[in-house]
Nanobody, 121 residues
Framework: QVQLVESGGGLVQAGGSLRLSCATS????????MGWYRQAPGKQRELVAD???????NCVESVKGRFTISRDNAKNTVYLQMNSLKPEDTAVYYC???????????????WGQGTQVTVSS
């Protein structure tokens, strides 16, 4: 079993900052790419940013210069530092990880339960 637990969401005013964390635990052999998605009301879930085990990061154009993804491989944790938040960043944020569990020959994608981020204008 593999679990992802997010923390750090909340309510913030426009221009403010939040830091999301996502810890992965369980029967983990290795973790490949980790990332963050978000889903706003009435919209499809979209990729925000992801990062490989080696630290190569990618983010969508709408958050470049404002959001930074990072990870601590020793702690199996991924972070999303969100600065200069805008009302349009309001969404449920989900972390995801490609995890190879002990006893498995392939990696599977796992998801956290989601954390709400609300940015007021």
């Amino acid at each position: 079993q593999v679990q992802l637990v997010e923390s750090g969401g909340g309510l913030v005013q426009a221009g403010g900052s939040l830091r999301l964390s996502c810890a992965t635990s369980g029967s983990i052999f290795s973790i490949n790419t980790m990332g963050w998605y978000r889903q706003a009301p009435g919209k499809q879930r979209e990729l925000v940013a992801d990062i490989t085990r080696g630290g190569s990061a990618n983010c969508v154009e709408s958050v470049k210069g404002r959001f930074t993804i990072s990870r601590d491989n020793a702690k199996n944790t991924v972070y999303l530092q969100m600065n200069s938040l805008k009302p349009e960043d309001t969404a449920v944020y989900y972390c995801t990880a490609e995890v190879r569990a002990w006893g498995s020959f392939v990696a599977g994608r796992y998801w956290g339960q989601g954390t709400q981020v609300t940015v007021s204008s």
